[in-house]
């Protein structure tokens, strides 16, 4: 059979096809190239030049003879679709070189193949938005594709599925770049697929968020692989950097019954929520319990809407005490949260407020119900004191925060001065900004700010150095504890903290105080504020309006020896 008896066969069978098939092409493209002498050939379609820079495409067509070759020509075509295929011909190494009437065959060739591969170019690239998302991984609808598969024919039973979230995934893309980043999280992906093969599946939700689901055999190997590998970024110099995830991991059991795919997901989301924020363990399996814990918080989500709307919210007063002379010198609003006449742990709602804007709803009702207690006490005659009131990160992106919050206090009538804005030290560069720009605004207005949580953030040191504070509040966990001496790391460096602070022209208070001991080393340091519950737990308003109206706390001898 000659070369156009062949050819005219492998044209009728593509047009017969409505769906990409290399197998069924293959008898006739290995025919033609063995008459034309070719010992290799390849197709391969890139869906655009970033893919075709990194080397990701879909190879379409492949002939291999298996004898040594080399490259002999070299097609590159954009389809009217806008990809790109790029066809590599190769001619057996040592051969006699192909004849003019051979080259122009193997053109024809390349040249239908091109064809072909834009004809189909449509369907697939229906099948690639509904099923890759723009960077050539699996996506989330994948996924959800094949968890339906498997857990309507029982084959998801035994299996482990996975929610995984690459660590400080945004310092790698400071670091080498964020098309190095796109390298490094693409080639930590391969070496995931090439770890399970067909034992599992990976695919991207979107950004540095994964899911995976695999057979049980495989889930130590994978946990080990997301524990933290050495991924190459420059080929030239060997340069690598590590990459590890937090993971979320649900084991399906033997007699699980699949209803839809949010039975695995909702599970695994959860799990590996908490192990990004519980700083116990990178891995965090689903339980019982957190199924519980998980129905507890949609509860209360559904009921926060008509729970501050009730004004459930109550703010509790913690008194701040100057040690040396005893006064009461201030206090911080606390948020309670009483729901059919039961108290809900702070541990249980504001974590969950804090993943969306309710927690800056709950802010700014917490902010008006201590300017209406001031205004009141004012009103009163009573000695008032400056009340601190939190503000979550959240704010920090609201360019309209400092308006937001004189309208509240000015709306109650408040001076300035009995007011202070509690915030936590920020954890990136960018949150640095904003809080410095809603710092200094609140200095401005004459209100006072704070710094809570001092040396649990970035770049702590800058921090006080940058923003215009007026009050550093020392985290719990940098005071001495019973059996620190003055040697120890915890007593230097408490030490020297309150030294800056004060050199600094900060006021200094330290929290969480609970033991005459404790009071002793804040006087020893010179630290001559303190809260905690050595003097007073968080007080409903009425009990602390019995601590204003006596405005002073009896010292022990034993603390001021």
Known sequence: ??????????????????????????????????????????????????????????????????????????????????????????????????????????????????????????????????????????????????????????????????????????????????????????????????????????????????????????????????????????????????????????????????????????????AVTVAKTSGK??????????????????????????????EEFQVFYQPKIDIVTGELIGAEALCRWFHDDKLISPNDFIPLLEQGIDICRLDFYMLDHVCRDIRRWLDEGRKVVRVSVNLSRKHMLDVDLLEHILEIVDRNNVPHSLIEMELTETTTDVEFKDLKRVVSGLQRAGISTSVDDFGMGYSSLNLIKEVPWNVLKIDKSFLPVEDDDESSTRSVMFRYVVAMAKELGLECIAEGVETPQQVKVLMDNHCDLAQGYFFDKPLPMREFEKRLDVHHYEMSAETNS
């Open 1 to 270: 059979m000659d070369f156009y008896k062949i050819f005219e066969l492998l044209m009728k069978q593509m047009n017969s096809m409505r769906e990409m098939d290399f197998d069924a092409l293959y008898p006739y493209v290995s025919r033609i190239c063995e008459f034309l002498r070719v010992a290799k050939i390849t197709s391969t379609r890139y869906a655009n030049p970033r893919l075709e820079a990194l080397n990701r495409g879909d190879v379409l067509i492949a002939y291999d003879s298996g004898k040594p070759c080399v490259e002999a020509i070299n097609k590159r075509m954009i389809t009217e679709m806008m990809s790109i295929v790029s066809c590599r011909v190769y001619i057996e190494a040592g051969a006699e070189p192909w004849t003019d009437e051979e080259v122009g065959r193997i053109n024809l060739l390349v040249d239908t193949t091109a064809v072909y591969v834009s004809r189909s170019r449509v369907q697939q690239a229906a099948e690639r938005y509904a099923f890759f998302d723009d960077d050539g991984y699996h996506n989330l609808r994948f996924y959800i594709k094949n968890l339906q598969k498997m857990g309507q024919s029982g084959k998801l039973n035994g299996k482990a599925a996975l929610n995984f979230n690459l660590k400080h995934f945004s310092l790698v893309n400071q670091q080498i770049g964020r098309q190095g980043g796109s390298f490094v999280m693409f080639r930590f992906f391969k070496g995931i697929e090439e770890l399970l093969g067909d034992k599992g599946l990976v695919c991207r939700m979107g950004g540095d968020n994964f899911v995976a689901v695999c057979s049980k055999e495989m889930l130590p190997p994978l946990l080990d692989y997301l524990s933290g590998r050495a991924i190459v970024y420059d080929e030239v110099s060997g340069d690598r950097i590590m990459v590890s995830a937090s993971v979320g991991v649900y084991e399906i059991p033997e007699n699980f019954r699949f209803n839809d795919s949010g039975d695995i997901l909702d599970k695994i989301i959860a």
């Open 281 to 310: 363990s990178d891995v965090v399996y689903f339980s019982k319990e957190m199924g519980e814990r998980k129905e507890r918080m949609s509860r209360m989500q559904r009921l926060f809407p008509d729970a501050l709307r009730n």
